[in-house]
């Protein structure tokens, strides 16, 4: 879990559009991490 607040409480200084792609990215990563 602390991983997943660690991802938004960085993302919320991160302009919208490269929002958008890091939260993508790390979607994917979480579900590649969960799925194992």
């Known amino acids: 879990m ?4 660690h991802i938004f409480f ?6 919208p ?3 958008f792609k890091a939260a993508m990215l790390n979607l994917r ?3 590649t991490i969960t799925h194992k």
């Open 10 to 15: 960085s993302l919320i200084f991160v302009e």
């Open 17 to 19: 559009h490269e929002l």
């Open 2 to 5: 602390e991983y997943i607040f």
């Open 29 to 31: 990563e979480i579900l």
